[in-house]
């Protein structure tokens, strides 16, 4: 998620970071539709118009309320479960349309999800009880810790199985996992820098996440390019063939039965 303070305060650098964001965020949106890739990941697509009205939405709040008013903060992170959802729920079309065809696999990878998520949400829970007031901060922090302990969990199960990742699926599905490990370090920057009394750590926080989200998006703005990957169809035998092998197998498989038979014949007469 990308914070816009109130145009007057912004210092050049955010202004120039926030235009880049803005203009990426749209070249992205605009790939998804013109290269038809709503019809294929509908919820990488749901994700990308949310994230552009969350950015509208808050650009609108910090515009009129500033950005360090109670109302900024509150809208601030009332918005961000919504794209939080969305953002677990793209990850997992992605995941799904690479694993699709491997049924074992899928079964295990979402079995490995589920076991990341219990423990590092188990961590996150304990730490925002031990520090109440960085408690959002810290369960922001948390989910997106196991976001990213899940993705990369399934990535290395894809390498272990040597399973073949169209290249716009292997862009998505590392960019989801770069934000996510990006924001882990950046939120746990700004609490040590913040408990030092570091000066503007707010400003070097959202630095880091605005120029990282800006590079995802970029990459993921250069793979959109391409239009949507079609699954590639099995290729078909003749029927002949098909006919000459059920013939094999059927004369196989009446070979094994009478072994089979005879050696139960041969069980049953011993004394």
């Excluded at 552009?52 to 808050?58: E, H, I, S, V, Y």
Aim: charged share 10%; aromatic share 12%; net charge positive.
């Amino acid at each position: 998620m990308v914070r816009f303070p109130p145009m007057a305060t912004l210092p050049p650098l955010i202004l120039l970071l926030w235009a880049i964001s803005s203009i990426v965020q749209l070249t992205v949106l605009f790939y998804v539709v013109t290269r038809r890739h709503f019809r294929t990941i509908p919820l990488f697509s749901l994700y990308i118009a949310l994230n552009l009205c969350q950015a509208a939405f808050l650009y609108f709040v910090y515009s009129q309320f500033g950005f360090n008013s109670p109302v900024a903060r509150e809208s601030s992170w009332l918005s961000e479960p919504i794209i939080l959802a969305a953002q677990a729920l793209a990850a997992t079309e992605i995941l799904h349309r690479v694993l699709r065809q491997y049924a074992g696999i899928w079964a295990l990878a979402w079995r490995l999800v589920a076991v990341a998520a219990v423990i590092v949400i188990g961590y996150a829970l304990t730490s925002a009880e031990q520090s109440p007031g960085w408690r959002l901060m810290i369960l922001n922090r948390g989910y997106h810790l196991t976001f990213a302990v899940a993705l990369i969990s399934c990535l290395f199960l894809v390498r272990f199985y040597s399973i073949p990742i169209d290249p716009l699926y292997r862009t998505l599905m590392g960019g989801f996992c770069v934000l996510s490990c990006t924001i882990v370090v950046a939120n746990t920057l700004l609490q040590v820098l913040f408990l030092r009394h570091f000066p503007n750590a707010d400003v070097v926080w959202n630095y880091m996440e605005m120029v990282v989200f800006a590079g995802v998006q970029m990459a993921w703005a250069v793979a959109l390019r391409r239009p949507a990957p079609v699954p590639d169809k099995p290729t078909m035998l003749p029927p002949s063939t098909y006919n000459r092998l059920s013939t094999d197998v059927n004369s196989r498989l009446r070979a094994l039965n009478d072994v089979l038979s005879r050696f139960l014949r041969a069980q049953v007469s011993r004394p």
